[in-house]
């Protein structure tokens, strides 16, 4: 399930996570699922939002701190902060050193 799995968000008090076919939720915490994913592929962007690394599609600027993240397979997006944005590429571009 972790490859269809786009984009985990946190709505109104829960935590929805996005797939290739349907969202689910539940009450666990972002904290709790990050801890429990393995392997590279996936990265937190924003203290609200987990993205799956091989599903981006665009990460454009987005107002004065941040980016906007876009996806393949769905019109959700996701925000990365310039803190993680910067986090993010020493990852992609250095990938033996994490």
Not at 15 to 35: C, S
Not at 64 to 93: D, M, P
């Amino acid at each position: 399930m972790p490859q269809e799995v786009i984009l985990i968000t946190r709505e109104n008090r829960k935590t929805v996570l996005h797939t290739t076919k349907q969202r689910l939720e539940t009450t666990e915490t972002l904290n709790d699922i990050e801890k429990r994913l393995t392997g590279s592929s996936f990265f937190r962007s924003h203290r609200g939002y987990i993205v799956n690394l091989s599903l981006i599609k665009e990460i454009y600027p987005w107002g004065k701190k941040g980016y906007q993240v876009t996806f393949s397979g769905t019109k959700e997006t996701a925000l990365l902060t310039n803190e993680k944005f910067k986090e993010l590429e020493k990852r992609l571009l250095y990938p033996e050193t994490n």
